[in-house]
């Protein structure tokens, strides 16, 4: 009989796990399902207007870096950008900042003043973001070079996350995807993202003083 | 007829980067619209919006949002169910953006686990109800009386004795076959609850009896313990079960604070986040969640001081004209507009403005003028997606001139980047390729 005087407090413990198991995930983590597939692909115009499509670097590793220039967080992360596109550019790595709800000018003027010369795509009506599921900027794909997605950053970019996942992307194989060739822009509508000049000449000398 | 009627039902969604024209078309086109639209309302009040705190897109104004309610429009009038809608975003932002959760897998338990608390608390119930019958139809049995007359506890135990006993000989006597199985299963139980009655009244004289000579609570358990010798009594239980709860609780919660500095978001940012100067409310990392709306206004407000201290200040006049023709404050935006154009009246920068002006002209009736302002925007910058998007509207809609609409259309696919509109204009484009062939 006096098993019943443990009733309410055993019937307590499935609760208490339920808690114990809610309260201790970070509740602002939310699983994304893309990880592991492959990258949605979209075609949309540089700053400079050219356009380019991501389908076309199939084979190399992709930084996706979704930003604006009205996001604080997206200025720390640009010097890490900038790094990482020096550092691991001449390995192969190759970046693509999506610029969200943004114009072009104020992107443009961004660039500028901070520099970067990897291509920038301007994203209208989103379109490109919501196929990536972005919850906000700044949020950064790392696409293998079987064009699958292997991570996804959300937040600002920091060396870490780049020295954990780049070498991966690099050692990669583009074995699952479509055949490939050794230069892929070559010719045609591509040719934005081969340009080594940045959308913005460096000369230009807008970087302000402060 | 219906093809363009449809078309313009497609036309009649508000577009972040020209929100004004479908407004305008809105009225000559809500019949083949509605239904359209109470399909899209019904799949984006399901989606949660990503940007803000437990909204639908339906129901949040951020651009994100209404973005995001472009694309379920785009898909449903491109045939899609709901469902495959629903799908699509799932395979974006994964479950997490249904606002009502999929019955299947884990998910199950939520619908099932009322269910079965439900049958368990039924059960309960049914049980304990059985039990107040039983005893109330036992009458003149001394067993339902056993626990409130019998209050001595001398009395009880004498009786319990008594009940053991004859529960042995029950068997016994059924063994002997002087009892039938239906008899000795129905006496059994009848001196069992009894039993059951009495055991529950002494367990209550136990507790009560050592609160005379030491009232103190905190005495009490302790001397119940004692006296109820290898028992724990239920206030140890519970206490064990409170202060589990409370370190389990306390050990979470430190996970989970995170200490805000001064000054940061009391939502909880990652990093700060300045407020965006574009058109709309997009909502940055971290600080996204619940303060989208006013973010347009905010960045209104700043243009507007910037305008204050720098009147010649052209790309915030811009903006602005912009951010007011999103808002549907014309006046101000054709102002502001007009001071950029005085400002530089030939520069490539000016052609948004003209463009800007071509869409409140157009709305206020003033087509010509609204087709010299385009025209104008269209000399300065010749692929001004935004220019050419109005005109081929206005050409379409308003001229009824399908061979110029057709080309502008033309134009504008090759030079615009794909976008929410991208689908309209290429469905205004097959209306107009559709109206010219007889």
New interface residues.
Partial sequence: ??WR??L??LS?LPV?AL??W???R???T?????PGKPAPD????TLSGD?LRLRDLTGQPVLVNFW??????CR?EHQVLVDAAQRYGPKGLRVIGVV????R??ARQWIAERGGDWPN??D????T???????????TFFIARDGRIVYKQ???LDPAAIDQWVPKLLASSAATGPNVPEQPFAQGKSEGYVRTSPDFPATRGTTKPN | MRGILVVVAMLAVP???SGLPFRVLQGTASQADTALESRVREVAATLRC??CQNLSIQDSPS??AQ??R??VRERLAAGETPEQVRRYF?????E?VLLKPRASGVNLSVWLLPLVMLLLGGTVIWVAVQRWVERGTRGSAPAPGAAGVLRDVGELRSRRSALQASLKELDSEFDAGRLSAADREYLRQRDQAEL?AI?EALKQQKKAAPEMPAPTPAAAPATAETAGGR????AV??G??VA??GV??A???K??IVKREAGGSIT?T???????????G???????FGEVGPLDSLRIAQLEARVRRDSTDE?ALI?LGHLYLTQGRLRESAQVNMKAVQLAPDAE?TAEAFAHMGMILWSTGEMDGALRSLDKALYLHPDL?EALLYRGIIEFAGRRDMKEAQATFERYLAV??????TARVKAMLEATRASQTP
Avoid at chain 1, 42 to 45: E, H, M, S, T
Avoid at chain 1, 68 to 73: G, H, K, P, V
Avoid at chain 2, 231 to 234: C, G, I, K
Wanted: glycine share 14%; net charge neutral.
């Fill in positions: 009989m006096h005087r443990w309410v407090p307590a208490l808690l114990a809610g309260l201790t970070d509740a602002h939310i699983p994304s399902p893309l979209f075609a949309l115009r356009s604006a220039s009205w996001c604080l967080a720390g969200y709800e943004d114009t000018e104020n795509v301007l209208v009506g989103s379109h973001a919501i196929q990536y599921g972005l919850f906000g900027v700044p949020e959300i937040g600002p | 577009a972040s980067t990503p940007v651009q994100l973005d995001m472009k694309v799932v395979s974006r932002y994964g997490w059951t055991n028992r724990v009594p239920a239980g519970w064990a079960g589990l709860f389990v609780a050990l979470s919660l996970g989970s909880g990652q990093a700060g986040e300045a407020p965006r100067p574009t058109s709309g997009g909502g940055g990392r971290g600080a996204t790309p903006e920068g997606p615009a980047p794909p976008s929410a509109n």
